[in-house]
């Protein structure tokens, strides 16, 4: 290994739905495979602080670390990708850069000094960078530039990569370019084009790209990469093809192909050998041979994008291979789901999960579409809102509460059975100020979600302001739900099961952040199996 941490900078043309976070999290995982410390950083070049107070709809999910930072949902890529933990240092935003800068100025640390862009910012920039290259705990640092070149979001930070490369000397630091090599069907060709004026570009700005990453739909002839490789000043081996795949779990075995490892493992002065991905191809050859099929609702509010639920969508495909079934995800808006027609919508499925999310919106058919799985003992599993959701019909509709209600929604309930969390109530930003990250909880003895999880005690993430309000706790569990997963700090309800439903669990925190290829998630993998149990029960039962 080398004594200098390398960086690897990956920056974008025009690009298609196989971006740059799955292309740097393929790396990733080849050069972590032969035996390298890697992690991926995201530079994101919109002015919000972070993406907590953004709407799925404008950029997808919101991915919660372990030390509890909101970050952009690529960084969800990395930990699936790596099975390694990310912090608040792998997610940089505009917006945390200038605020980083403007509070530096108030404090007087650049001694009266014009404050500009460069090299103010550019040295700021920088300086986040090589936060974890310094840190001693990593061979490999790969940056992700958000946003594509030529975006004047994003000029300060190629400005910063061009003083980096300068800075850091030769084969230190590398630039890998992904662009689109487009197919017109009326002329039956692919076009280099777009490719030349985005390097073009990007080397208007001083930098020059080493490696070429060249999204496809259709093979590059070896005449097309040699011409890219002279008109782009590239090698031609540089020159790689990222054609389009049927999972995003097929690219790191499509770079090792086309040698992206070896490529990139040279130009930075490092030994090269074969990767080790054994265990990662056992589970790509799992998720495409399954031997069923299992068709699980997901249940939300964002359903149109599916960006807002990947991490979910993506612990459904761990939890799928490692029990070797299809999981068909069906999204189901939870605004066009009432008593009329839930049977319509759910009764075909194995499995329901109600997912997280805020505000009043699509609220009643939530509780319309737990009332219906509870009552016909179809394995449900609701996360943060969903548990709320699954708590407040109980308590309608089990307890005779029919006024019972979450502060959230209906701040006047006489019946608060969800309520806002105690240090919540003086919080008037609304900007990284839920409860976030780990929190510890202690399993009940006897439980499912302790055999599920074979461990008296457990560390999820969490991203909510809202709780089950423990003065109705002795109630709900004289009734059949019971708490079984409390904060061994704040005694916070966790977790919640019915006992007497085949498969029934509400959790506060959000299972889903952390499953990843190597670990699927227990809670996903248990869910999925009584979803497969009951799908074979109600077919023995329909020929017999």
Same mark, same amino acid.
């Given at each position: ?5 390398? &960086? ?6 025009? %690009? ?10 393929? =790396? ?10 890697? %992690? ?7 002015? !919000? ?5 953004? +709407?799925? &709809? ?31 240092? /792998? ?37 986040r ?26 000029? *300060? ?13 030769? /084969? ?10 487009? &197919? ?17 570009? =990007? ?29 782009c +000043? ?11 795949a ?5 690219? *790191? !075995? ?5 040698? =992206? ?8 002065n ?18 495409? +041979? ?10 939300? @509010?964002?359903?149109? =994008?599916q $960006? ?13 291979a ?15 789901? +009432?008593?009329d ?18 505000g009043?919106?699509?609220?009643d ?43 959230e929604? !209906? ?22 100020t ?7 909880? $202690? ?9 599920? &999880?074979k ?32 904060? *061994? ?12 439903? *085949? ?10 952040? @952390? ?19 009951? /799908?074979?029960?109600?077919k ?5």
């Amino acid at each position: 290994m080398s004594s200098t941490t390398k &960086y690897i900078f990956v920056t974008g043309g025009v %690009t298609s739905s196989l971006g740059k976070g799955i292309i740097a999290a393929s =790396l990733a995982k080849l050069l972590q495979a032969q035996g390298y410390r890697v %992690t991926i950083q995201k530079l994101d070049p919109y002015i !919000n602080v972070d993406p907590g107070t953004l +709407n799925p &709809y404008e950029h997808g999910e919101c991915y919660v670390t372990e030390d509890g930072a909101e970050t952009d949902l690529d960084l969800g890529h990395y930990e699936r990708f790596l099975n390694t933990p990310t912090s608040q240092a /792998n997610n940089v935003t505009t917006g945390r850069i200038y605020q980083s800068v403007i509070e530096k100025e108030r404090r007087g640390e650049f001694l009266g000094k014009t404050v500009q862009v460069v090299p103010h910012i550019t040295d700021e920039i920088k300086e986040r960078v090589q936060i974890l290259g310094k840190s001693g705990d990593y061979d490999i640092v790969i940056t992700e530039i958000g946003g594509t070149v030529g975006d004047i979001e994003s000029l *300060p930070y190629v400005e910063a990569v061009r003083q980096l490369r300068w800075d850091l000397g030769d /084969n230190n630091g590398i630039v890998i370019h992904l662009t689109l090599v487009p &197919y017109l069907s009326a002329a039956g060709e692919l076009k280099t084009k777009p490719t030349q004026h985005s390097v073009k570009t =990007l080397m208007e700005s001083g930098v020059q790209a080493d490696i070429l990453v060249c999204r496809t739909e259709h093979n590059l002839p070896k005449d097309l990469r040699r011409k890219l490789a002279l008109f782009c +000043n590239v090698k031609e081996d540089a020159v790689i093809q990222s054609i389009d795949a049927s999972t995003i779990y097929d690219v *790191p !075995n499509l770079m090792l192909e086309e040698g =992206l490892d070896k490529v990139v493992l040279k130009k930075l002065n490092l030994s090269s050998s074969t990767p080790d991905i054994d265990r990662w191809n056992q589970f790509v050859h799992r998720h495409k +041979n399954p031997k069923t099929e299992i068709t699980i609702g997901l249940i939300g @509010k964002y359903v149109e =994008l599916q $960006d807002s639920y990947k991490s979910i969508l993506e612990a459904f495909i761990h939890a799928g291979a490692e029990n070797e079934v299809r999981v068909k995800v069906e999204s189901i808006h939870s605004e066009y789901i +009432n008593s009329d027609n839930v049977d319509l919508k759910l009764g075909h499925l194995d499995g329901v999960l109600v997912a997280p999310g805020f505000g009043e919106r699509g609220i009643d058919g939530k509780i319309d579409a737990v009332k219906f799985v509870r009552e016909n003992n179809i394995p449900f599993l609701g996360i943060c809102l969903g548990m709320q959701m699954a708590v407040i019909e109980f308590a309608r509709n089990v307890l005779g509460i029919k006024d019972a209600a979450s502060t959230e929604m !209906n701040a006047d309930t006489p019946n608060p059975v969800i309520g806002l969390m105690e240090d919540q109530k003086t919080i008037t930003d609304k900007g990284g100020t839920m409860r976030l990250g780990a929190w510890a909880c $202690d399993l009940k003895i006897g439980s499912l979600v302790r055999d599920i &999880y074979k461990a008296e005690s457990i560390a999820e993430r969490h991203r909510h302001r809202y709780e089950f309000n423990g003065e109705f706790k002795a109630q709900m569990e004289d009734a059949g739900m019971i708490a079984t997963g409390l904060n *061994p700090d704040t005694g916070l309800v966790e977790i919640v099961e019915i006992p007497s439903h *085949p498969w029934f669990v509400g959790v506060q925190y959000h299972p889903e952040y @952390k499953s990843t290829v190597a670990n699927p998630h227990p809670l996903f993998v248990a869910f999925v199996k009584a979803a497969l149990k009951y /799908n074979k029960n109600k077919k023995s039962a329909s020929k017999a």
